[in-house]
């Protein structure tokens, strides 16, 4: 049975996280999507920080930003970053230089050939190399566009440079999470914006093709990422809507006032600043969930105290029993700790390092990776698979990262029908090829 | 105004809190008839704050509010056998069903795929549930901490001596709904353009593990390289990196790649950054010149509001962005002068400014159309609709499968 996107065929001119997961959602989907690239511009954060870095930088930093196969740069680095490489899978990938004219005609083929267009970049990216909503809409009148800027295309913020982080900033997000003693300069960078924004976006593309498919006009989605965070935080919106109240940061603690709620120690192999510490989150939502964690405690006296039954006495003492329960669970493991807690009906887990994931007896039932090869014989590595289940139209990896250029031949012939006398004429005037120019550092 | 792109389609909603009710919720603003199905104490998310001007009651919840804009509301206890003909009913009107109920319930009241599948054979239904329907974990609860400490990349948030930290609120959750959507909106375009009918198993923790809020990162970068994501030793401090102090707040420079250039430009080409030193390659590696920057960078930031420095930043296409709170943002004036908010007029609370919509769709718009609904305000409606009579409801509510 075909995949529910399939037929679909989308042109992904998107860069770091949250455009790029718009269009993994519709490749994993089953859309064809296809990457536009050009071997003469290096965007930065799409394919890694730079085209070719160090071997120096490759051996230093954490794992998310400079982890490369094997702690090498590798032959074509800028296919095997790890910030980004997990946004490649089910994706083809096609070079063609935009910034020119023969670059915006091939483009425009292939824009009379797709469905959808999906693009991130700075507002006003497009219209300065000649192919903005106007070039589009003249290739293909009924092509769904969707733009995901940071905080739109029009007002005084709309040239803002912005990676998720920032438009956190600026919506709130930053001021109302992290430690509530400690000053906001200690708050490490989220992405959930990029995360919401892909999503979405997804959605709205896929919207917006129903409303095409009845009534026969494409459209112009606007997607500010900013404002399409907003959702994140309603409750603080809420609360200021509705009392003026302008809510701060609790830490770990539950929005809802519910406690005991907060993250406890763990018996650790080590501590922060090597990755064995060891935590374990516990939430109790209401008073039978406390009785579940007084039982797998083995009811210590102080929890019997009358005060602690209902959820208003255990949040005037919020701190106190933090300190008790971070001595009960300070001795014991995370994962014995989850399967006591929950087999006493209380929510917890351990607070998982990105390592564990794959020991994880969930992760390994629900095949959440897969091993593939990556391009150039670099390795084979445990990839993210799609993460949703259909039972009639199951999603898989159909294509592994891709690499640049890797579907030239395919969408250049097949997609576009050029002959093999133009293809060589463009691979000559390099529109065509998998590296970039080795000027670009 | 037209109608939003999902107009025309049915969707049975029997989702609660917050991760479901998002998904329905997209689909409600944009369109869809939401019926939501609720228990007849109510959403639980009914029960939690924050409450309009400090007062609890069942229609005051900000939560509820936010959460379940353009729905209408039935309420049906689904446990009485009296309520399985109006979920049948139900199943032969919508286009899809949306379900967050524990993993197995459904199927233990007769009402899960087993069930929906041999009545219709068109119809997709999406399950959201903690861990899906046949983990090893299936019968595990979460809270938005337990989901994103588990399943998120909280393990490297904060510093290495203190515990890790969560995001705000029911983030998470959110994060989760928004995922949903874009499942249940395929399985709707399978539904609608090759009649398949089928069963979206959507759990929250592998919707984290998978997700992009850099656990896919972090995964990754350990399996290539064997190299761990840790959290920060402290705060923040690169070139520039980091929140920094400025006269009326904090303003945020972190994950800007260095580019001297630019910064040049946003301080105004200061005599001290004319040094060559600054100019050299990597210079954002080497520690004595990354703390010798931040010593000369901070008096700068001191004495300029984070709207000054972030205006400059803005100038000089310099990464930035100002820590605003949630008043700050009901008073600016891009948001609003954009059309952002929005508002909705509710019988007992009155207009209610709120979030408005999470992108622009201009052939086929987001919109309010009507405020969340009050429990079972749109019971007779709905019923009636169906087809039952007056006094076929009214023999449902003497049941107490309705009320």
Redesign the interface.
């Known amino acids: ?5 399939s037929g679909i065929r989308v042109i992904d001119l998107t860069v770091v ?2 455009g ?2 718009a269009t ?2 519709l490749a994993d ?2 859309a064809e999507v296809i990457k536009v690239e050009n071997m003469h511009v290096w965007q ?2 799409t394919r890694g ?1 730079q085209a070719r870095p160090s071997p120096a ?1 490759v051996k230093a930093g ?10 090498e740069p590798g032959p074509r680095p800028w296919n ?1 970053c ?6 490649y899978r089910n994706k083809h990938s096609m070079t063609v230089d935009l910034v020119s004219d023969e670059g915006r005609e091939i483009f425009a083929r292939l824009v009379s050939e797709s469905d959808a267009l999906v693009e991130n970049n ?1 507002t006003g990216t497009l219209e300065k190399i000649g192919i903005g909503p106007d070039f589009l809409r003249e290739a293909r009148d009924d092509l769904v566009m969707l733009r995901m800027p940071a ?2 295309s ?4 709309r ?5 998720g ?15 509530p003693d ?11 914006g ?3 924004a ?7 593309v ?6 095409r ?1 009845r ?1 026969g ?8 990422q ?3 965070a ?18 701060e ?1 609790i ?2 603690r ?5 406690a005991p ?3 406890y ?1 763990a018996l650790s192999d080590g ?5 064995g510490d060891r ?1 374990i ?3 109790v ?1 209401d008073d039978d ?1 406390w009785l579940g964690l007084r039982e797998a405690m083995g009811d210590p006296d102080w929890a019997r105290d009358a005060d602690l039954r209902h959820n208003e006495g255990r949040l005037a003492r919020h701190d106190e029993l933090d300190e008790r329960i971070s001595v009960w669970t300070s001795t014991r493991n995370d994962y014995e700790l ?1 399967h006591l807690l ?1 087999s006493h ?11 564990r ?2 020991d994880d ?3 390994q ?2 095949q ?2 897969e091993v593939h090869e990556l391009y150039d014989g670099v390795g084979a ?13 199951p999603l898989g990896i159909r294509k592994p990262p891709v690499a640049l250029g890797e579907d030239n031949d395919y969408v250049y012939r097949e997609v576009l029908g050029y002959s093999d006398d133009e293809i060589a004429g463009f691979v000559e005037r390099g529109h065509i090829g998998m590296d970039y120019d080795p000027d670009i550092p | 105004m037209n109608p ?3 107009d025309g389609v049915t969707v049975l909603d029997l989702t609660e809190h917050i991760a479901g009710p ?1 998904c329905t919720k ?1 689909f409600a603003d ?1 369109g869809a008839d939401v019926i939501k199905v609720e228990r007849p104490d109510g959403d639980p998310s009914r029960s ?7 007062i609890q009651g069942p229609e005051r919840s ?2 509820f ?3 379940n804009t353009n729905k209408r509301s039935l309420v049906l206890d689904i446990e009485r056998p009296e309520a399985v003909t109006v979920i049948e009913r139900l199943l032969a009107r919508a286009d899809i069903v949306v379900e967050s109920q524990p993993a197995g319930r459904l199927d233990s009241l007769g009402l899960g ?1 087993e069930r929906v599948s041999s009545l219709r054979d068109d119809l997709p239904m999406v399950s959201i549930t903690p ?2 329907q ?4 299936r ?9 994103y ?3 998120g ?20 959750l ?2 989760c709904g ?6 249940a ?6 539904a ?1 353009l ?1 009649g ?8 929250m ?3 984290q ?28 401090a690169g070139m520039l990196a ?4 400025c006269a009326d707040g ?3 420079f ?2 800007a ?1 260095i580019r001297i250039p630019r910064l040049n430009e946003m301080l105004g080409r200061p005599d001290w950054l004319q040094d060559e030193k600054w100019w050299q390659p990597g210079v954002g ?1 080497i520690a004595d010149l990354v703390d010798e920057f931040n010593g000369l960078f901070l008096p700068w930031a001191l004495e300029r509001t984070k709207r000054e420095i ?1 205006e400059a ?2 100038e000089a ?14 008073e600016d ?3 609003s ?2 059309g ?1 908010w929005s508002t909705a007029e509710h019988d007992e ?1 009155g207009e ?13 718009p987001w919109s309010i159309r009507r405020p969340p609904p009050r429990l079972g305000e749109h019971t007779d409606e709905v019923l009636s609709e169906l087809g039952f009579e007056d006094s076929e409801i009214a023999e449902l509510r003497a049941s107490g499968a309705t009320s």
């Not at chain 1, 539950?254 to 519910?258: L, P, R, T």
């Not at chain 1, 501590?271 to 990755?275: A, C, L, P, R």
């Not at chain 2, 990349?153 to 998470?172: C, F, L, N, W």
Request: proline share 7%.
């Open positions: 049975m075909p995949l529910p996107l996280w949250a790029t997961f993994t959602l989907l089953g930065p954060m920080g930088l954490a794992g998310w930003a400079t982890g490369y196969p094997n702690s095997y790890p910030t980004f490489v997990q946004q700075a905080y739109g029009d007002g005084p913020y040239y803002a440079r912005a990676l982080v920032h438009l956190e900033s600026v919506m709130g997000h930053t001021l109302l999470r992290g430690y400690l000053d906001p300069s200690y708050i490490t960078s989220i992405f959930s990029d995360y919401v892909g999503a979405h976006g997804a959605f709205a896929m919207s917006a093709l129903r409303h498919r009534s006009e494409g459209q112009l989605i606007e997607l500010a900013a404002e399409c907003g959702g994140m935080l309603a409750q603080a919106f809420m609360d200021f809507s509705f009392n003026g109240v302008v809510q940061r830490g770990n539950s929005v809802d006032g519910f709620y907060n993250l120690p501590d922060g600043s090597d990755g935590w989150s516990i939430s939502l969930q989850m929950q009906g209380v929510p917890a887990a351990p607070v998982l390092e990105a390592a994931i794959y007896p969930h992760v039932h629900r959440l990776n590595f445990r990839f993210n698979k799609p993460f949703i289940r259909f039972s009639e139209t | 939003g792109p999902l998002y997209l944009f939690v704050g924050p409450w309009h001007q400090g900000g939560t509010f936010y959460f795929w861990f899906g046949d983990s090893p974990y019968d595990f609860k979460i809270s938005d901490l337990v989901l400490g588990f399943a990349e909280m393990y490297s948030i904060g510093v290495q001596d203190r515990e890790p930290v969560k995001m705000y609120g029911t983030a998470s959110v994060e928004a995922a949903a959507a874009t499942g909106m395929a399985a709707l375009t399978a609608e090759q398949v009918g089928q069963h979206v198993d959507f759990s923790a592998d919707a593990f998978n997700g992009v809020d850099r656990r896919h990162a972090a995964t990754i970068g350990f399996e290539f390289a064997g190299r761990r994501s840790l959290r920060a030793p402290g705060p923040a980091g929140v920094y102090p904090y303003i945020e972190s994950g790649a590696l972030w930043a803005r296409k310099v990464l930035c962005g100002p820590l605003f709170s949630v008043d700050e943002l009901f004036t891009h948001f002068d954009r952002f609370l209610v400014k709120l979030l408005g919509r999470p992108l622009t769709m201009p052939a086929s």
